[in-house]
């Protein structure tokens, strides 16, 4: 379990967290989700006592990280697979932290093979890729065999097959009852990984609930329309109060409506799938689709962190 | 980070109930794997070792060719009728300064390496997420780094002072290794080592980055005191004596020799010592607070 009290961090006159509060619970995924900036590493690196608070305190299974002599018994972390010395063998990384734990050093051969570097374990860390380099992390987070691990976007660089295997190793670490704690920027990857959600943007916290809890929060609904006219309908649309933006083929929910390719596509906000329809009749326009998508995890995530943007920034001023 | 606290109010160490006890033993194991793992370490510590010991056999070489010469007409009557008497410096050529500069080089090389080679990769996170309790990191770093650092620069000492002394050994100028002057030339030859290599950590834990780090250090070592050349002024002087290089000079100093002299104003082997422990807990004082205090 990770408890944060009022967690507040500055760099000069940079808030990057923001009285946090919250805890992480042990025996489920949580995810760590904000947008660029918003103080996620930040937060992760207060965790483990790297960086020192500004304010307020914030504790692992009860005890300050700082007060333990020792770490890797408690907390296992992947903040950068980049924070590492790229002279070394993966082995050589590996002992060199095993041995200040007192970790016993078969350890080392063990994580190796389970990340599925045991071949490339004695050649040097500096030529590896970045999904190596992610999976020698996850190596390093999983050495101490802890009870609380923290991990700072560690699908980075992975391929779908290391993404899938990362997901499913998080679930069974936390069906094991351990707390853990994944961070990323793009709520697609948290999707299939966790359960719980906390999410911040501007180092405020915006939410911490589960993943169905928050879906529901994607407030308005996007009405997808197809027809020959986009134009002309788009300007009756907007003219009658709705948001109309041509319909994005990568957005997460529209898998559904992505076949036909002439017709033009618009999402349109502000409107229901009934009113548009009869505004299209009454203007002689043809539509070749009308479907309502139910709000996304993705649109929930990005229309929340932009309020918290927006309402930070009119803050300031 | 308060470990100052020795009452049964601190709760400074909280271990799980089968956790084996943390001992100090295990950090050093730890620092000497990321040193030994690290190919930069040896090249440059034997690279300046191989090159100081050469340097110092060489001029005993070099001296060999007119030695011989100069010992066959010891006296000599200069034209401005001053009397000469040759008096052969078994030390200068043997354990040089220039040589010892190289060993010094690379001593704050290695000293630089082990904070910033943490610090400018962000090893360091991974290493403090280990041990959080940072002091006992840079302690253990300390310990591998003045050990390493000793040994070698004893050796190099050792061979260079050895050998010299067998090249001139059959002309009888030679110095015995149970010579106090000789004694006091070979730790002063190896101790400024370890010196100038804690002095290279602070420069490390101090700027984080790598060129910049060496750069500094190296500004520090050589340059700066060459802008206390010079005995016009008494405190210019003093200044001077102030730093590693000036103090290992005083050190190995040979007296012996009626026509040398330290300049005016010279320092003490006291002081010179002094100036060796003073930039040992200073480094070690300000490397440990630097990095206690500044986030990793
Ligand atoms: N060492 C530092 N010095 C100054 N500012 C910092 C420092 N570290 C972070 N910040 C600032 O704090 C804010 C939060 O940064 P942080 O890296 O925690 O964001 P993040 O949520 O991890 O973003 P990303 O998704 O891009 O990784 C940023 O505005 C960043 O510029
Ligand atoms: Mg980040």
């Known amino acids: ?317 | 980070m308060s470990t100052m606290t020795t009452t049964a109010v601190s709760k400074t160490s909280v271990p799980l109930p089968n956790e084996p006890k943390p001992r100090f033993r295990d950090l050093c194991r730890m620092e000497w794997i990321k040193v030994a793992s690290l190919r930069s370490t040896w090249l440059v510590l034997l690279v300046a070792a191989a090159a100081t010991v050469f340097i110092n056999l060489n001029g005993v070489r070099s001296d060999i060719q007119y030695l011989d010469n100069d010992l066959a007409h010891p006296t000599q009557v200069l034209p401005d009728g001053t009397v000469w008497h040759f008096v052969y410096n078994p030390l200068f050529r043997s354990l040089s300064r220039i040589a010892v500069q190289l060993m010094m080089l690379g001593g704050a090389a290695i000293g630089a390496l082990t904070m910033f080679g943490e610090f400018s990769t962000g090893q360091v996170r991974t290493t403090f997420a280990a041990v959080p309790k940072r002091g006992g990191v840079v302690a253990a770093k300390i310990t591998v780094l003045c050990t390493i650092t000793t040994v070698l620069a004893f050796v190099v000492a050792l061979v260079s002072f050895l050998g010299g002394q067998a090249m001139v050994a059959s002309r009888h100028v030679g110095l015995s290794i149970t010579d106090p002057d000789a004694q006091i030339a070979i730790a002063a030859y190896t101790l400024v080592v370890p010196v100038c290599a804690l002095i290279g950590m602070l420069f490390g834990a101090l700027i984080r980055n790598a060129t910049a780090s060496i750069v500094a250090v190296v500004a520090f070592l050589f340059l700066l005191p060459a802008f206390f050349g010079g005995d016009k002024y008494r405190w210019v002087v003093e200044v001077r004596h102030l730093f590693p290089d000036d103090a290992e000079q005083t050190l190995a100093f040979w007296h012996k020799d009626p026509y040398q002299t330290m300049g005016k104003w010279p320092a003490g082997h006291t002081h010179a010592w002094l100036v060796y422990a003073g930039w040992a807990v200073i480094s070690i004082v300000v490397a440990m607070v630097v990095v206690k205090k500044r986030d990793a």
């Not at chain 1, 190596?132 to 050495?143: D, E, S, V």
């Not at chain 1, 809890?213 to 709705?242: C, D, H, K, N």
């Not at chain 1, 409107?271 to 009749?281: M, N, R, S």
Request: no cysteine; charged share 25%; hydrophobic share 40%.
């Open chain 1, 1 to 317: 379990m990770i408890e944060l009290t009022d967690l507040t961090k500055r760099y000069g006159d940079k808030t990057a967290v923001d009285h946090l509060t919250v805890t992480v619970r042990s025996g489920t995924v949580t995810g760590f989700l904000g947008p660029n900036g918003s103080g996620k590493s930040t937060t992760l690196r207060l965790i483990l006592g790297l960086n020192a608070p500004s304010s307020g305190a914030v504790t692992v299974d009860g005890h300050p990280f700082t007060d333990r002599p020792r770490g890797l018994r408690h907390v296992g972390a992947l903040l950068d697979a980049q924070d590492i010395h790229g002279g070394r063998s993966a082995v050589a990384h590996l002992k060199s932290l095993a041995v200040s734990n007192r970790i016993p050093l078969r350890r080392v051969g063990e994580v190796l093979e389970e990340v599925g570097l045991a071949e490339a374990g004695r050649k040097r860390i500096g030529g590896y890729s970045l999904g190596m380099k992610q999976r020698l992390g996850i190596a390093g987070a999983l050495l101490g065999d802890p009870p609380v691990l923290l991990f700072d976007e560690p699908l980075n660089g992975l391929d779908p097959e290391g993404v899938r295997w990362v997901r499913e190793m998080f679930q069974r670490l936390a069906k094991e009852g351990r707390t853990v704690f994944v961070s990323s920027h793009l709520m697609s990857e948290m999707e299939h990984t966790a359960e719980r959600l906390v999410v911040i943007g501007r180092g405020h916290l915006i939410a911490d609930e589960t993943l169905s809890e928050f879906s529901r929060r994607g407030s308005q609904a996007t009405v997808l329309v197809r027809t020959p006219e986009a134009a002309a309908l788009a300007a009756i649309l907007t003219a009658e109060g709705a948001d109309v933006q041509p319909a994005a083929a990568d957005s997460a929910a529209d898998d559904d409506a992505d076949a036909d390719g002439d017709a033009g596509g618009l999402a349109v906000v502000g409107l229901p799938a009934p009113k548009i329809g009869e505004l299209a009749w009454r203007n002689n326009i043809m539509l070749a689709e009308l479907a309502t998508q139910n709000a996304s995890l993705e649109k929930a995530f990005m229309e929340l962190t932009a309020d918290a943007v927006e309402y930070a920034a009119g803050e300031a001023r």
